[in-house]
């Protein structure tokens, strides 16, 4: 596991339970539509409050029973059939039967037009769901599905009520409208500042890793969004809060210091990289893309900013992900290589330091990525060490309404700050498919600004990863992925990013799922 | 006094209608807009025709001419829209959101009403001229701290370094008295100035030095004579105080962390949420508009020479 | 109380003000005493140091203020050195002050009551309110208000500048302190009501034994009214004695100047007899003017039906009290305001109809003379910009023609060449009036209106200015509309006069006439209010 | 002794105190303009291996998490923000001086409908008005300036047509009429230099207000982008750093409140005007 174990509890602070734990987000939740919960803040919610079919082991990655006691496969991964536990109800009262089920994974599978539910981006071929008997259902795809099986087990899968799923995207904003069948309830939300979840007490059907099945020991999580790191961190430290998400680098150190623990879950997906926008002429030539590569200092970015809890990128997707392949061959810092490189592409350095092509200067422009870690720190550090062969960076600021229309235009940043955290290889293909988050912007996402660029050899990997129905084979496609877009230069994979947590001494038994949103289903507080 | 009365109120209501036209020209002129940004976030993974369709089913694509008129006509009805970010009908979020400020707003003014007070009894009265001309910068220098350098020096010695309150967490009054003590300090800096440039040109009418002449003391002329002659010139900023207040409220509640109404209008320009900001802009200048309204109604109260000619214009 | 003890003796007084490193030293070895019962009337010109001398008794000098050397005992207490909180027992107990300006000597707001209460609770804390204010009643009855109860409760823009004073004087009284010192107390009000206020001070003095200070630079005033006088020249006391002598018989010059400075020791002009058939270079007929009131209903008349005629070459002075509308009168001259009824012709035209071009020429003709002349030029400019601005104006854009012009009327108006360099701001009294006469002469008029143009100066330069405008009548040929308050000065420089009362004219004719046989009971009363007539020449007054 | 000098400080009053109040601002604008003179080191480029250290002999405010020298980011951003506040106020004049003469020389139409657009304008908070132009035009240096420059237009125009109405009817106004002068001279003469006079000098006194304006909506977020040296940006970058490292926000606040100080001073210096 990747991250510190806690501290085993002692015996003279035995579980008692009770009390409220208190919880610092970054940042305010903005939609509970499960599909949503890549958004770590909306995740962070919905894992306390929904349940799954499955559940991923966190040590072994293993797909295990949760809210489907079993399941079966056919042979080319397009029939599903899940038995259901019995007696398991949403927090209105509904049952989770197969028909509420089925009606979760349709709207999942295929969006709702009307209600402006759109679909999720884990399930991909999804055709229709059977109700076999009110605990068995049956899912079809039309095409194989290898990677269905673990999406049942994200928190984008979470099973909600009925009822829930009637409501118009907009009103998902609205955490108590959110009825799941999880160990905790909103009981209250003051938008963009706090929720409070209850605990529910005739909860009895937690996955086996996280037993016994109980109700949780605590009485309740009141979370807290406090944007700002240093009063997040700083009323962490002065004791005003059990637990903080986004714990930067720097003040690790100051919280060990503290008696206090780091937790560092790693988030098993695409590492935390720069990503090019080849549309962009000044980054179409792979040339230029790879020089830039090898003019990135990584070691020294890791030395200056983060902390061992941050492992050095060896590929586009994290070691400890499925399917990883060590490339730290080819992600070397090399100056002279960029320089000669650069000067292949026809960009020559003139006099002032800047390099040059046809008059016009090769700068580029990137966006900082508010819920990155040291986005823009680590942007400026990559700035001054392009600068060293000649490249100009600009690192853009602006609203957040600003950042996201810029970064959907090649032309305004070539460059794309991102990271996608899921334990599935699916993961390769939320990041760069086209109609998925299409990080490179190819043209047939929803970009109106790409002109011309699209890799079909690359589109056409990622729908093989998609749709390999051999795991052997399927990890063989991801082997092929990420040698193609490291060989082009499309990605600059800096580190595997980590979910830092900070646990005062208080809190004990933590958890956290595959993707490092923690669960505080088994958490207890000691009294202080 | 009726006539004078709905003059002003007519004045009102045009300075809150041109406030509101203007706040909408100036949204509605910014590149993109909200639905697009919200639904364009990758992290939705929304095709380009489920955006414009959920466009269209917001009525983003009319002209700005019907948006303008459909806006007025609702916002005349009372109903001040959605959210776009959130959904939430924009009341609910300014219900939510208005005691924080409040709070905030009454424990700054009166935190600066008191620093004032208290700073221009010293600075009139101190004992020797220089010491006199130096306490008379301090307000100058005072104006020039930036709201949020002195909140976050002040979170971070007197939450974290002393802890004296907790920051997180808390709610109520109790979370309102660091930010408003530290918002105090900028706010009564202005307040000072003027009390102490009209409380000078009182002390220079030969007045006061009739009432020095029969005997009276310093502090007694001070509070019995020149407070009540030099507040109706520190009355008039008042209108001024409270933009300063919203304004640092924008910053104090990002800088807190708190949910007011200066925290929802700095998100609403961050997101474009125009209904949002525009109901904001519409209260801080219906206070405004209200605030300088009071203070005219009380300027006759507190100066005499000004009741007659009132009076006489109305009549 | 010791009669023959002085109330208030000073010895030896010297003060110092200290600014920026340079020192003016006020008062020199000041040394009187002034009796219970007794007025002492302190004069001197603007500058002299009489409102240091009354302060100092007061202590409440300035802090720039320093007293080098000398001792003051008031009631044979020694103020000089003596600590703040001490002070403030004696002030308003033992010696009360007068003020100068009693529009701006009360707190406008709060009530007359709440301010007369407060001055006797400083001194008796324990005093019970409603006790007070039933003697605060019997004191403003004393001192000559009317419905006093109803006074009490009003503001003091409620009440006019008379009885302002009469409050003041009430609060000055109400400990029967043993000195008064009066700096000028009358001499913001008008002449008649000045006569009642010292009329008034005069009983209160006999009756309870007050000694006085009066401060005053109207010798007129001091021969009337004190029983000895002190003259102050330049922070030293030249000259003290018994009234009656020192005026029969100055023996320094200074004294001797002031006095024969005074207008009242002119003699009335004489009508001159214009050499041939003149013109009226001024006519108004049934002049009307109203200030429109609110909502533009029409107000308060200002002036009502008047009428007079201004022969070129001859001076017309116009007297009436504050407000009676001399200057509204003026501004309908200008054709800065039109009329509602009645006409005025200047030069043969209506300045309210001529525009454009003609009435540029009409306004260089009719020149303006300002009573405050400081704030009649642009703060900004130099003499020499000022000067040559109506050149400019002219159309002479030769720069040294101008400077020729400029020189030869700073030599008629006797002003050093100097002052070119200066700002008016920087300018003595004087010195600023003769700018502004400068100014209007350079634009080569035919007619000037003055407007209390002497009013604000000492009397040596006031008598030095209107020697002057004589002077330039008579090389220039020039009219004059000469307006004041003050008939000694009228008198002097006035052929014809017109006497405004609230906006009416009760009597006009020439200046000999006027003032030797008056027909309205008005100007007889302003005659008779003239302070210090029996120092006017006996062969005028009959 | 050297008399021609004695002659010109008397002609334009030049006094301690005055040049007293004008010097902090002569410190500002020469740190802004070659802030090179003042220190050696590059604002811009850090040495990783020399991050976050405390004020010292060689880098007296210490250095940054990039190993920049705060003492030299901090003269270097001297110039964005002080560029900055006098483009923003060089704007508001450049609109409100024609808005507030027209208002104050205009006839009764055209002073009503400037005042009362400019009391609608007023009525809005400056902040919000500000953060949505800059919403409108986008983040960036100028546009900083720019926004805040309009968000003042409208009370600069209201100060300056008071003014105008002032001087209109003081008796230099009057007597320059009564010697000839025409309507345009009078303007252009007195009305124009004595309304625009008491203008300028509480311009200066907006510079300070422009400063503080400016670092706000830096520190906010829609200021210059990094790693340009701007001081509102500064404390935003360096708070987080407050725990481990004050000098990051404190010399950069220390350098807003000296500088908004600077301006009042000046402000009070120049207002010492005849
Ligand atoms: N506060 C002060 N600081 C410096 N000099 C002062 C101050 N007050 C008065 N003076 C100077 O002291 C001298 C005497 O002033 P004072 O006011 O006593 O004259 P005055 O005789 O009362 O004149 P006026 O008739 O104009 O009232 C004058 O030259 C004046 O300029
Ligand atoms: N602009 C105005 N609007 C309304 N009323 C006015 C105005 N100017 C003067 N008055 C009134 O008209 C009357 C005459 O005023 P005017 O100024 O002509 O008097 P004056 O004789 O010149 O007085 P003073 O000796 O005090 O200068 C006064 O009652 C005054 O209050
Ligand atoms: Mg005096
Ligand atoms: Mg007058």
């Known amino acids: 596991m990747a991250f510190h174990a806690p501290a085993p509890a002692r015996a003279t602070d035995a579980a008692s339970p009770g009390g409220t734990l208190l919880y610092l987000e970054k940042q305010p939740h903005k939609n509970l539509y499960p599909p949503a919960g890549g958004f770590y803040p909306n995740g962070g919610i919905l894992a306390q409050i929904t349940d799954r079919l499955t559940w991923q082991n966190t040590d072994t990655l293993k797909i295990e029973p949760w809210i489907a006691t079993g399941w079966s496969v056919n042979a080319d991964s397009t029939v599903f059939t899940f038995t259901l536990r019995p007696g398991v109800t949403f927090s209105d009262g509904t049952p989770v039967d197969a028909a509420a089920v089925a009606l979760n994974y349709d709207t999942f599978g295929k969006g709702n037009r009307a209600l402006h539910l759109p679909p999720s981006e884990v399930i991909n071929n999804y055709e229709r769901s059977e109700v076999i008997d009110p605990l068995t259902v049956r899912f079809y795809f039309s095409k194989p599905s290898p990677g269905f099986l673990q999406g049942t087990s994200v928190i984008g899968s979470g099973l909600v009520s009925p009822a829930s799923l009637r409501r118009p995207l907009d009103e998902w904003g609205d955490a108590r409208h959110v009825i799941g069948s999880g160990p905790f309830v909103v009981r209250d939300e003051v938008p963009g500042k706090s929720v409070d979840l209850v605990t529910r007490p005739d909860y009895a059907w937690g996955p086996e890793q996280l037993a016994p099945q109980g109700p949780s020991r605590l009485a309740g999580v009141r979370i807290i969004v406090v944007p700002e790191d240093s009063i997040r961190i700083g009323a962490f430290i002065a004791g005003q809060a059990d637990f903080a998400r986004a714990v930067e680098a720097y003040d690790e150190e100051q919280i060990i210091r503290h008696g206090d623990t780091i937790y560092a879950a790693s988030t098993r997906g695409v590492n935390n990289s720069v990503v090019f926008r080849p549309d962009n002429p000044l980054v179409a030539d792979p040339r230029v893309r790879l020089a830039l590569l090898h003019a990135t200092d990584r070691p020294d970015i890791l030395r200056t900013l983060y902390s061992p809890n941050y492992p050095l990128a060896r590929s586009v997707i994290a070691a400890d992900a499925q399917g990883f392949v060590d490339h730290a061959a080819d992600l070397t810092y090399d100056p002279a290589l960029a320089g000669r490189l650069l000067d292949e592409a026809g960009w020559t350095m003139a006099p002032d330091g800047w390099r040059r092509r046809n008059g016009v200067a090769l700068a580029l422009a990137v966006h900082e990525a508010l819920p990155q870690p040291q986005s823009r720190s680590m942007l400026v550090l990559l700035a001054q060490q392009w600068r060293r062969v000649g490249v100009r960076l600009t690192i853009l600021s602006g609203s957040p309404a600003m950042t996201v229309l810029d970064n959907l235009n090649p032309a305004v940043t070539p460059l794309f700050h991102a990271e996608v955290g899921r334990a599935d290889p699916d993961v390769i293909k939320s990041a760069f498919y086209p109609t998925n988050r299409n990080v490179l912007l190819q043209k047939g996402g929803q970009s109106r600004h790409v002109e011309h660029f699209v890799d079909p050899e690359l589109n056409g990997l990622l729908d093989q990863v998609a749709s390999d129905t051999d795991p052997a084979t399927r990890l063989a496609d991801l082997a092929r992925v990420q040698a193609d877009i490291l060989a082009k230069g499309y990605s600059i994979p800096i580190f595997e990013e980590p979910q830092v947590y900070a646990g005062s001494a208080r809190v004990h038994d933590m958890r956290f799922e595959a993707v490092g949103r923690p669960v505080f289903y088994r958490t207890w507080l000691a009294r202080p | ?315 | 109380m010791n009669a023959a003890s002085p109330q208030l003796n000073i010895r030896d007084l010297d003060v110092v003000y200290e600014s920026r490193g340079s020192a003016h030293h006020a008062l020199k070895g000041v040394s009187l005493e002034v009796r219970a019962g007794e007025m002492l009337a302190l004069v001197g010109e603007s500058g002299s140091g009489k409102s240091t001398l009354g302060r100092a008794i007061l202590g409440l000098l300035p802090e720039s203020a320093r007293i080098q050397r000398g001792s003051i005992t008031v009631d044979g207490t020694e103020i000089v050195g003596l600590p703040e909180r001490a002070l403030r027992r004696i002030r308003g107990a033992r010696v009360a002050l007068i003020p100068q300006d009693p529009a701006h000597s009360l707190d406008p707001v709060r009530t007359i009551g709440a301010q007369l209460v407060e001055a006797v609770h400083l001194h008796e804390p324990h005093s019970n309110t409603a006790t007070t204010r039933r003697m605060l009643v019997g004191l403003l009855d004393r001192v000559g208000i009317k419905e006093p109860e109803r006074r009490l409760r009003q503001y003091p823009h409620e009440l006019s500048g008379g009885m302002r004073q009469r409050v003041l004087i009430a609060a000055a009284i109400a400990q029967r302190p043993a000195l008064i010192v009066a700096d000028e107390p009358t001499s913001a009000l008008d002449v008649s009501v000045q006569v009642q206020i010292m009329a008034l001070l005069a009983e209160l003095r006999h009756e309870m034994g007050t000694a006085m200070l009066f401060i005053t630079h109207d010798l007129g005033l001091a021969s009337e009214q004190a029983d000895r006088v002190a003259v102050l020249q330049h922070g030293t006391l030249c000259e003290t004695g018994e009234t009656k002598a020192l005026f029969a018989n100055p023996r320094t010059p200074y004294t001797r100047r002031l006095l024969a400075d005074l207008p009242l020791f002119h003699e009335a002009r004489a009508p001159r007899r214009a050499e041939g058939p003149r013109e009226d270079a001024i006519v108004v007929s049934h002049l009307t003017y109203a200030y429109k009131g609110a909502g533009g209903r029409p107000g308060h008349k200002a002036v009502r039906d008047i009428s007079f005629n201004v022969m070129a070459g001859q001076t017309h002075g116009i007297v009436g009290e504050s407000g009676s509308g001399k200057t509204t009168l003026l501004r309908c001259l200008l054709g800065l305001i039109t009329p509602d009824s009645g006409s005025v012709h200047i030069l043969g035209e209506n300045p309210a109809q001529v525009e454009g071009t003609a009435q540029r020429a009409l306004r260089r003709a009719v020149q303006f003379v300002y009573q405050n002349p400081h704030v009649s030029f642009d703060p900004r400019c130099r003499a020499a910009d000022i000067l040559a601005e109506p050149l400019i104006n002219a159309g002479l854009h030769d720069r040294g023609a101008r400077t020729e012009r400029i020189r030869a009327m700073l030599e008629r108006v006797q002003l050093p060449p100097a002052v070119l360099e200066r700002r008016a701001a920087n300018m003595s009294g004087g010195q600023s009036q003769r700018l502004a006469i400068a100014r209007a002469l350079l634009c080569d008029p035919k007619i000037l209106i003055l407007d209390e143009v002497v009013s604000a100066l000492d009397v040596s330069v006031q008598a030095e200015i209107l020697t002057l405008l004589e002077t330039l009548q008579r090389q220039l040929d020039l009219t004059y509309v000469f307006v004041s308050h003050d008939l000694a000065v009228v008198r002097r420089i006035a052929d014809t006069v017109s006497i405004i009362r609230a906006g009416t004219q009760v009597e006009h004719g020439p200046t000999e006439t006027v003032f030797s046989t008056p027909h309205d009971d008005y100007t007889k009363h302003l005659l008779a209010a003239i302070p210090g007539r029996d120092l006017m020449r006996p062969a005028v007054l009959a | 002794m050297n008399t021609a000098l004695a002659q010109w400080r008397q002609r334009h009053d030049v006094t301690l105190p005055r040049l007293l109040g004008v010097l902090p601002v002569l410190v500002l604008v020469l740190v802004a303009l070659c802030p090179g003179l003042f220190t050696p080191l590059d604002p811009l480029a850090g040495q990783t291996d020399e991050r976050l250290m405390a004020p010292s002999a060689t880098h007296w405010f210490g250095t940054d998490q990039f190993g920049r020298d705060v003492f030299s980011r901090i003269m270097h951003g001297s110039f964005s923000t002080l560029s900055a506040a006098m483009l923003a106020v060089a704007i508001s004049l450049l609109v409100a001086i024609p808005l507030g003469l027209a208002a104050g020389l205009g006839g009764r139409r055209l002073s009503g409908a400037i005042l009362a657009g400019a009391d609608m304008v007023l009525a809005i908070p400056e902040l919000f008005l500000s953060l949505s132009i800059i919403t409108l035009i986008g983040p960036g240096a100028t546009h900083v300036a720019f926004a805040v420059g309009i968000s003042q237009v409208a009370g600069f125009t209201r100060m300056i047509r008071t003014e105008v109405v002032r001087v209109r009817a003081t008796e230099y106004v009057e007597a320059a009429f009564g010697i000839g002068s025409t309507f345009w001279q009078v303007v252009w003469r007195h009305i124009v230099p004595n309304s625009l006079a008491p203008a300028l000098s509480l311009a200066t006194l907006r510079l300070g207000t422009a400063i503080l304006a400016i670092s706000t909506i830096c520190f906010l977020g829609y200021g210059p982008s990094p790693p340009t040296p701007e001081w509102g940006l500064m404390i935003t970058e360096g708070r987080n750093y407050l725990a481990t490292a004050w000098w990051l926000t404190t010399f950069p606040g220390l350098a807003i409140i000296f500088s908004a100080w600077a301006a009042t001073l000046l402000s009070r210096a120049i207002r010492m005007d005849p």
């Open chain 2, 1 to 315: 006094m009726t006539r004078y009365i709905l003059s002003r109120a007519a004045q009102a209501l045009l300075v809150l209608w041109g406030a509101f036209t203007l706040s909408f020209v100036l949204l509605q002129v910014m590149p993109g807009d909200a639905v697009l940004i919200k639904f364009q976030d990758p992290e939705l993974g929304l095709s380009p025709q489920q955006i414009s369709d959920i466009r269209a089913s917001y009525g983003a694509d009319e002209s700005a001419f019907v948006q303008y008129a459909h806006v007025l006509g609702r916002t005349l009805a009372g109903q001040l829209g959605y959210s776009i970010e959130t959904g939430v009908p924009v009341s609910r979020m300014l219900h939510a959101a208005y005691p924080t400020t409040l709070r905030l707003a009454v424990v700054s003014f009166g935190g600066a009403i008191m620093l004032a007070a208290s700073f221009a009894t010293a600075a009139l009265l101190a004992p020797l001229r220089p010491l006199r001309a130096a306490l008379r910068l301090v307000p100058g220098l005072a104006s020039g701290i930036p709201v949020f350098w002195l909140e976050i020096v002040a979170i971070q010695l007197v939450s974290f370094h002393w802890k004296l309150v907790p920051v997180v967490g808390v709610s109520g009054w109790a979370a309102a008295v660091l930010p408003g003590l530290a918002l105090a300090i900028p706010i009564s800096a202005p307040l000072t100035q003027v009390f102490l440039s009209a409380a000078e040109r009182v002390m220079a009418q030969p007045f006061i030095d009739v009432l020095r002449a029969r005997g009276a003391s310093p502090l007694r002329i001070l509070y019995a004579h020149v407070l009540p002659n030099a507040l109706p010139p520190t009355l008039t900023i008042s209108g001024l105080v409270f933009g300063e207040i919203l304004a640092g409220a924008v910053v104090t509640e990002t800088v807190f962390g708190l949910d007011g109404l200066g925290q929802l209008a700095q998100q609403a320009v961050a997101n474009q949420d125009v209904a949002v900001l525009q109901a904001i802009i519409l209260i801080s200048v219906a206070g405004f508009v209200v605030i300088n309204f009071t203070v005219d109604a009380l300027h006759p109260l507190i100066d005499p020479r000004i009741r007659r000619t009132q009076a006489g214009g109305a009549a």
